[in-house]
């Protein structure tokens, strides 16, 4: 893991760990790097969610861009998938994106893309760390005429609705769908988009204040949605996180569809129509034994990644996959976005139930996730150094992995992000497999963090 960037960019309680001077710098040193082998004026996009740090953010990163002689468009609150799509759409060089994705209102983050839309590969985060913590002196500052311009270009929203629809490409009359803006930004596209398709809208948490993103809504926080689908009877519920570059699902029945059994249903629908590239869909370790086992069954290959969307990502371009995800409703289809896409992935469903006249519940229901649990145990770096080698903590969940056996999965991991080591077990039964979880992280406990 970097110095600065996580594995879904640099991300901290703005103005405390992501301060203004962090901002600026990682603007100077994220143009410099990305535009250093052009001859011509560099440009990069700049976009936001609805944040009350995002406009201070913005001046920072903008001023940081400028001062080593780049542009700045300002797209203002869009998509983080809207940056990745309009970055090539423009000709721009380089895509910024101020966001926390789901987390609360008080931490930012800035996510960086590339020319062409992608998300940027370790090696080259790195190369932005190095620049900033080690050798700043190297950032060369410009002066006079030489100085970037800050732009504006009023289209951005409407070319991204407009490219989302013509993905989706499904005329939706007659679907009700409630839809969770998360106030965050599907809150300037989403009514747009869906009811330009033709579905009948009803909008939640769409009215952002710069304190209330991912507030007690959005794919974190679904119960809202869950009693408006089930009380007003709506075919489906489409709920986004702040960004909007997940989407988690409600089924009329009120029942949560998650991004395995999105991606299982997606994965079924370009099978049958000769679309899914190689048959295969890419998901990370932490997908469901469900999946798998639905895949199996149904004809789809699958290759697993470590976790984080950027590893799928890494995957599907190295091996020519055009559909990848995660549960968390990360899910990325590269036939039409760079990047996972929580507008396209339920425009895509909504087309997938107008289609086949079928209710999400039975489409759904062809993949049966098993019971999941997750334990937590906090631990420090020399702990999660030594899991690996340590024969007691092995021997433990190799015992368990025996009396599971095919219908049961054992995961053990330390977070990239936080000072923890997560014990993950599916497994039919939830009571024994959560007393299974508890016991490999009393072991870890005892013997790696004491």
């Given amino acids: 893991m970097g110095r600065l960037f996580g594995t879904d960019g640099a991300r901290g309680v703005a103005n405390t760990e992501l301060t203004c001077e962090m901002a600026m710098q990682i603007g100077r040193a994220a143009a410099a790097v990305l535009t250093r082998h052009l001859t011509h004026v560099p440009k990069l996009l700049v976009g936001k969610d609805t944040r009350i740090s995002c406009d201070m953010l913005e001046c920072a990163i903008s001023a940081g861009v400028c001062?080593?002689?780049?542009?700045?468009?300002?797209?203002?609150?869009?998509?983080?998938?809207?940056?990745?799509?309009?970055?090539?759409?423009?000709?721009?060089?380089?895509?910024?994106?101020?966001?926390?994705?789901?987390?609360?209102?008080?931490f930012n983050g800035i996510k960086l893309f590339s020319g062409e839309g992608y998300k940027l590969p370790d090696a080259i985060e790195e190369e932005i760390e190095t620049l900033i913590l080690d050798t700043p002196e190297k950032i060369k500052l410009v002066t006079g005429d030489s100085i970037g311009r800050m732009l504006k270009y009023p289209s951005a929203v409407s070319d991204y609705i407009r490219h989302l629809s013509g993905a989706v490409n499904c005329e939706l009359s007659g679907l009700?769908?409630?839809?969770?803006?998360?106030?965050?930004?599907?809150?300037?596209?989403?009514?747009?988009?869906?009811?330009?398709?033709?579905?009948?809208?009803?909008?939640?948490?769409?009215?952002?204040?710069?304190?209330?993103?991912?507030?007690?809504?959005?794919?974190?926080?679904?119960?809202?949605?869950?009693?408006?689908?089930?009380?007003?009877?709506?075919?489906?519920g489409l709920?986004?996180?702040?960004?909007?570059?997940?989407?988690?699902?409600?089924?009329?029945?009120?029942?949560?569809?998650?991004?395995?059994?999105?991606?299982?249903?997606?994965?079924?629908?370009?099978?049958?129509?000769?679309?899914?590239?190689?048959?295969?869909?890419?998901?990370?370790?932490?997908?469901?034994?469900?999946?798998?086992?639905?895949?199996?069954q149904a004809g789809v290959n699958t290759y697993k990644t470590k976790v984080g969307d950027r590893y799928v990502l890494e995957e599907m371009?190295?091996?020519?996959?055009?559909?990848?995800?995660?549960?968390?409703?990360?899910?990325?289809?590269?036939?039409?976005?760079t990047t996972g896409d929580g507008q396209l992935s339920g425009g895509m469903l909504l087309s997938v139930m107008k289609r086949t006249g079928k209710p999400l519940s039975a489409l759904a229901g062809q993949m049966k996730r098993y019971p999941q649990v997750m334990v937590n145990v906090t631990a420090p770096d020399r702990a999660k150094a030594a899991l690996p080698e340590d024969e007691a903590v092995n021997a433990?969940?190799?015992?368990?992995?025996?009396?599971?056996?095919?219908?049961?999965?054992?995961?053990?991991?330390?977070?990239?992000?936080?000072p923890l080591i997560r014990v993950m077990i599916e497994g039919k039964d939830e009571a024994i497999i959560m007393r299974m979880a508890k016991d490999i992280a009393r072991t870890i406990e005892e013997r790696l963090c004491k």
């Fill in 67 to 106: 001062s080593v002689g780049a542009d700045v468009v300002n797209l203002g609150v869009i998509p983080t998938p809207a940056v990745a799509y309009l970055v090539k759409k423009y000709g721009a060089d380089a895509g910024v994106m101020i966001s926390a994705s789901h987390n609360p209102a008080e």
């Fill in 176 to 236: 009700r769908v409630a839809i969770d803006c998360a106030n965050g930004s599907a809150s300037v596209t989403a009514k747009k988009l869906f009811e330009g398709l033709g579905a009948k809208c009803y909008m939640l948490n769409c009215t952002p204040d710069g304190t209330n993103i991912n507030l007690h809504c959005g794919s974190t926080h679904m119960d809202e949605l869950v009693e408006f689908v089930r009380s007003r009877h709506c075919d489906v």
């Fill in 239 to 296: 709920a986004f996180d702040g960004d909007a570059d997940r989407c988690l699902a409600v089924d009329e029945t009120g029942a949560i569809v998650d991004g395995d059994q999105l991606i299982a249903i997606l994965a079924l629908d370009l099978k049958a129509r000769k679309l899914l590239k190689e048959d295969t869909a890419v998901v990370t370790v932490m997908s469901n034994l469900g999946f798998f086992k639905f895949a199996q």
């Fill in 317 to 337: 371009l190295k091996s020519g996959y055009n559909l990848g995800g995660e549960q968390s409703g990360h899910i990325i289809l590269l036939d039409h976005a």
């Fill in 396 to 418: 433990c969940i190799a015992g368990y992995e025996k009396q599971l056996g095919e219908e049961g999965r054992i995961l053990v991991r330390a977070s990239g992000t936080e």
